[in-house]
């Protein structure tokens, strides 16, 4: 079900009896955002830390492997060398 922004605003009972509603500015017609039913708000908050956490580890294992380049760690090594001493180096944890 997709709802309007003011629509919202006047009157919140539309949420219920709805597993998830989409917001939208129905002047616009702009994406606003997502409600989702309290039986699957627990569930959606712990997908979401899990999505977080692993975009937050791709973004800091491509700084790190240019940490390694700067202490000499890496020296000589080509870039698909580093990637596969990443790939064990994390594989075992």
Request: glycine letters at 6%; proline letters at 1%.
């Amino acid at each position: 079900m997709t709802i309007g922004i003011r629509e919202l605003g006047r009157n919140s009972n539309i949420l219920n009896g709805h597993d998830y509603v989409d917001v939208e500015d129905m002047k616009t017609h702009e994406y606003k955002g997502l409600f989702v039913s309290p039986k699957y708000a627990d569930e959606f908050k712990k997908y979401l830390k899990a999505k977080i956490s692993k975009e937050k580890k791709e973004k800091l294992d491509a700084m790190m492997q240019f940490a390694g380049m700067c202490s000499g760690d890496t020296k000589n090594m080509t870039s698909q060398e580093m990637k596969a001493t990443k790939k064990e180096k994390y594989s075992d944890k």
